[in-house]
């Protein structure tokens, strides 16, 4: 009995020492930032796993997933795991931890890993009935580019809503006649020139002004040329951006005083300027008296929820 009982120890820590490797990791990130894990466990030497009961979980930002499951006399066992909502930034990797039983559940092995998955998570995407209501209240200012309804003698003609179409293109006239979304074609004159400035000043609402802008500069960006410039907190400091990858990191920034200075120099005078801001009276607006402008703060965000 002795000998006997002494072999089954040793079975059970023998089998609670394989290493899993992780031999095919699958990340697909969705529209709406949910990313979707699969991977594939097996044992390093190509042995079948001695392991009872494996249990894995993927962590991200505080999000868990967790998955039990038995691989005993298993080369490779596959995992998919639950969507997780990852906050926006570049995200590199995503902690990946396993613990393993031996036979009998007397030992027990605990090892993390970390899996690449080079993922770019912008703001949220806005519903195409909030883009279309941000965009009509920009109108006024929109109706004065080469595009817009008002030059009717360079329409060529008015036909159906397509998807590659931009939200500001729509004519609302003819829309509310005919019972569905149209669009106007023109004739290409000289582009209009636009600007979207993003004035990052601390809010509880930041995230919600930052998507605002997101959306606004890709409407714009697609009708004619169009200026980014995203002021806030760049590694802690405050700076500002002018390519849509400085989407990504930008954050925050409470010095009001630095805000203003970097708005003051750095925005165009000679475009038409889209402001996003979480309070208009923070814009600095003698310094843009020569500029055709359209503030977008929080309010605006009270009346595209319905507020």
Not at 139 to 147: A, H, I, V
Request: with cysteine.
């Amino acid at each position: 009995m002795f000998y006997a009982f002494t072999l089954l120890l040793a079975l059970a820590y023998i089998s609670s020492r394989s290493t899993a490797v992780i031999s095919r990791v699958t990340a697909t990130l969705s529209q709406t930032n949910q990313l979707t894990v699969h991977i594939t466990l097996r044992s390093k030497n190509w042995l079948p796993l001695f392991w009872p009961t494996l249990s894995v979980t993927l962590s991200k930002q505080g999000h868990l997933r967790e998955i039990s499951q038995s691989v005993l006399i298993k080369k490779a066992v596959p995992f998919s795991f639950q969507p997780i909502r990852l906050g926006r930034g570049h995200h590199r990797a995503i902690d990946l931890s396993i613990e393993a039983t031996g036979l009998f559940g007397l030992y027990s092995r605990w090892f993390t890993q970390s899996l690449p998955i080079d993922v770019d998570v912008y703001p949220a995407v806005m519903t195409k009935t909030d883009r279309a209501s941000l965009m009509k209240d920009l109108s006024t200012l929109l109706s004065q580019s080469t595009y817009s309804s008002l030059h009717e003698f360079y329409v060529k003609e008015i036909r159906n809503y397509q998807n590659r179409d931009s939200l500001s293109a729509i004519d609302w006239k003819s829309s509310m006649r005919r019972g569905q979304w149209m669009v106007k074609d023109y004739e290409k004159e000289e582009e209009a020139p636009f600007a979207v400035i993003f004035y990052g000043y601390q809010s509880s609402q930041f995230e919600e002004l930052l998507s605002v802008a997101y959306n606004l500069y890709l409407e714009l960006h697609s009708l004619a040329s169009c200026d980014l410039l995203l002021l806030g907190s760049f590694k802690g400091v405050p700076s500002f951006g002018t390519t849509t990858a400085s989407f990504l990191p930008v954050e925050a920034a409470s010095d009001k005083e630095r805000l203003s200075i970097l708005f003051n120099d750095r925005v165009p005078l000679t475009k038409r300027l889209f402001i996003i801001t979480p309070d208009s009276r923070l814009i600095p607006t003698h310094t843009i008296l020569t500029s055709q402008y359209f503030i977008i703060d929080e309010s605006h965000l009270n009346s595209l929820k319905g507020v």
